[in-house]
């Protein structure tokens, strides 16, 4: 199970800015948000995601303007889940909100956890920093052409949008990474996914270690159902 808890950096000028924000995300995702909910904890709110590749489109939203931290927690929860995450607790909802903490404090404002504790969440969240620092160097012209393509339209077809000649579109896009980001979203997600298979999925019983000893008949009977034949 993967939650998104998002806390708001930045004084807001809305009453509800947790309603605009969750608002927008449905705009752009429609429904493939399962489950959203603008909380009761003032300026935050969470959501369910069903897959890591989800779970990076709405960050990559949230953290564009610099309004919110993300915490993307990784774990199981308690089931059957109500029809919002309101109510929702288990170990994704306890990594998610250790995640939105420490994501305020950092420069990027994202944090990966996991319970329990797991490597592949430290490694989503190094390289996810890297894909936010190059995000945050991008000028308003490379967002300009960024946010052109990612509605499907060709290079040449964007520079028409922008009155530039193609050869000039193609060098903002090389001087924003598109590239880069594009090729790096990708196995971040596949990341968020092995570590939801990781720590979601019951470890396997580890084998009896044999003994010196002689054993009894029943012993061994039992080491082989230990071991899985």
């Known amino acids: 199970m993967i939650v998104i808890t998002a806390n708001q950096l930045h004084a807001a000028e809305q009453d509800t800015p947790e309603l605009s924000a969750v608002a927008g995300l449905n705009s752009i995702f429609g429904d493939r948000l399962p489950l959203s909910h603008s909380g009761e904890l003032g300026e935050e709110f969470q959501m369910l995601v069903d897959t890591g590749e989800l779970a990076m489109a709405v960050a990559l939203v949230l953290t564009r303007g610099g309004q919110w931290s993300v915490g993307i927690g990784v774990g199981t929860a308690v089931e059957p889940l109500d ?27 994202l944090a990966v956890a996991a319970q329990p504790r797991h490597q592949l969440a430290r490694d989503a969240e190094a390289l996810a920093d890297l894909l936010l620092i190059l995000r945050a160097r991008r000028s308003s012209q490379g967002w300009e052409i960024h946010d052109l393509l990612a509605t499907g339209l060709t290079q040449a077809e964007a520079a028409g949008r922008m009155g530039i000649t193609p050869q000039s579109a193609s060098k903002r896009a090389r001087a924003a ?11 971040l997600a596949r990341l968020l996914d092995r570590l939801d298979e990781s720590v979601t999925v019951p470890a396997a019983r580890p084998a009896v270690r044999p003994s010196a000893q002689a054993e009894s008949p029943t012993s061994v009977e039992t080491r082989s159902g230990g071991l899985g034949g």
């Open 83 to 109: 029809e919002s995450v309101q109510s929702g607790s288990g170990n994704a909802f306890v990594a998610a909100h250790g995640a939105v903490l420490r994501a305020r404090k950092k420069s990027t404002h």
């Open 177 to 187: 990474e598109i590239k880069a980001e594009d090729a790096a979203v990708g196995p």
